[in-house]
């Protein structure tokens, strides 16, 4: 069973700054993908950025490229999200999200999510 923690989230001005952490309990060696979401009050859960084991590429969703990158640490089992330029719209819960593929399935793990508030 993977588990993952998130942190970083928190209340920021609009234009302002914010590191998103997700802590991942096994190597990330084992992970198919890496990735980061977001879900807003009424609204479903959208991707934000992800990184896919052997591409070496980072794809983000339109609305944050330019502002946010997606970074990882493999020595300390951790996944970043640097956002950057804050806007209201981006106030969402964030979720990290792994999965791994074993013996033809696929297995996905969420954390819990941070909440991140924007105000302007």
């Known amino acids: 069973q993977v588990q993952l923690v998130e942190s970083g989230g928190g209340l920021v001005q609009s234009g302002g700054s914010l590191r998103l952490s997700c802590t991942v309990s096994i190597s990330m060696y084992s992970l198919n993908t890496m990735a980061w979401y977001r879900q807003a009050p009424g609204k479903e859960r959208e991707l934000v950025a992800e990184q896919i084991s052997g591409r070496h590429t980072t794809t983000y969703a339109e609305f944050v490229k330019g502002r946010f990158a997606m970074s990882s640490d493999t020595n300390k089992n951790m996944v970043y999200l640097q956002m950057n330029s804050l806007q209201p719209d981006d106030t969402a819960a964030y979720y990290c999200?792994?999965?791994?593929?074993?013996?033809?399935?696929?297995?996905?793990?969420w954390g819990q999510g941070t909440q991140v508030t924007v105000s302007s």
């Open positions: 999200y792994v999965d791994q593929l074993y013996l033809g399935n696929k297995r996905t793990y």
